[in-house]
């Protein structure tokens, strides 16, 4: 049996194991028509005059089985979304940069399968900010929304105290929503029942409604890097499995299945031991820890690390479930091979394997790329 005479279905089934079908839709027109729905599943739309171009050339068909959209959102193109989105039934997963030309008409698109969602606006000018209103009244549209990411989300003057800044102006026009009325303030987003997974970065979290609200989710995974990430954790601590951190903010209240915790690259290393060694931490059931650091912070984290195992030692108490610690230097950073890095690293290496810790990523990070080990980290 060919290619040609397969039955529709098998057609199917071979494309959608297919990474990318381009090549395989030019055999023929029949072939093309089988890899319609994988052409057109994931939909990436990098400059200003791809996404009119979509909806200028694609037959709305071909739309109806696309599941996941990236748009770097033009100016004055919010219609133009909305139109796309229409068309996109079975769409699964979002993700929107300068999510600040975002207008209240996007509360009009009906997305009932969609249970990714990232937003993100990074405008150093305050231009067009993205305003919590539109985001809480967006999200709470969702009905099967698990994960949500949010970067560069401007408190409304609405909400904010006075003399707060900066704040978004004249986003009054939102209307009201059904259960939250008009306090569509960013921590309503924890009454997101089906919410499962938070990111939220370059946000202020010092709204005191984190500590009031009623929560109605179950975070798993939550990622914050303001200084009041601790008013959040706060509130989601018994459900949450996996933190991670870029600010010295430890839970305050019990993580009693918390078994993995992560810092980013801009977590600062003397804030490291601190962190870990709070009465939080130290009694939850972590397993594991991951850490990112820049290259020119290496030794100071492996050394922050060292230091802080070694005090662990004497209280087996905390930390009693601790199996695995990994470090990993940002992409794009040189590995440093100064002894000092080196040394640091050695250490860590010594220490881990006296406490019989897992530490493979560090491993790997002594070697050189023919796989010789390098000095001083023996």
Not at 168 to 177: G, T
Not at 235 to 243: A, F, N
Not at 244 to 261: F, H, I
């Amino acid at each position: 049996m060919s290619w040609i005479t397969l039955p529709l279905e098998l057609k199917y089934a071979v494309v959608e194991e297919l990474d990318d079908a381009r090549a395989l839709s030019q055999v023929n027109r029949l072939t093309y028509a089988a890899c319609l729905r994988s052409l057109y599943k994931i939909i990436k739309l990098k400059s200003p005059a791809s996404l009119h171009a979509l909806l200028g050339n694609v037959p709305a068909s071909y739309l109806t089985q696309t599941a996941s959209i990236t748009v770097d959102l033009p100016s004055n193109a919010c219609g133009d979304l909305c139109s796309l989105l229409s068309l996109t039934p079975r769409l699964k997963s979002l993700t929107i940069t300068s999510a600040g030309r975002l207008t209240p008409s996007i509360l009009a698109v009906s997305l009932p399968h969609l249970h990714t969602l990232s937003l993100t606006h990074i405008d150093p000018q305050a231009l067009n900010p993205l305003s919590e209103r539109l985001v809480v009244a967006f999200c709470s549209s969702l009905p099967s929304l698990t994960s949500l990411t949010l970067n560069g989300v401007t408190r409304s003057a609405l909400h904010a105290p006075p003399l707060f800044f900066p704040v978004v102006r004249n986003d009054d026009n939102i209307p009201p929503h059904p259960v939250f009325g008009t306090d569509l303030a960013l921590p309503q987003i924890l009454r997101i029942a089906s919410l499962n997974s938070l990111v939220i970065r370059d946000t202020p979290l010092s709204d005191a409604r984190w500590e009031t609200v009623p929560v109605a989710c179950k975070i798993a995974h939550v990622e914050l890097d303001g200084p009041d990430a601790d008013r959040v954790l706060a509130r989601i601590g018994p459900s949450v499995q996996h933190v991670s951190l870029g600010v010295s903010a430890p839970p305050r209240a019990p993580c009693p299945v918390l078994t993995r915790l992560h810092t980013t690259p801009y977590f600062p290393p003397d804030s490291l031991a601190p962190t870990l060694s709070s009465p939080v931490l130290s009694s939850s059931p972590i397993s594991r820890v991951d850490m990112e650091c820049f290259a020119d912070d290496l030794p100071d984290l492996c050394n922050a690390v060292s230091d802080f195992l070694l005090v662990r030692k004497e209280t087996p108490q905390c930390w009693a479930k601790l199996e695995r610690v990994d470090i990993r230097v940002l992409q794009g950073d040189d590995m440093p091979s100064d002894d000092e890095a080196l040394e640091a690293m050695g250490r860590l290496i010594r220490v881990c394997t006296e406490l019989k810790l897992s530490c493979d990523s560090l491993r790997a990070l002594r070697k050189w790329p023919d796989g010789r080990l390098r000095a001083r980290t023996v």
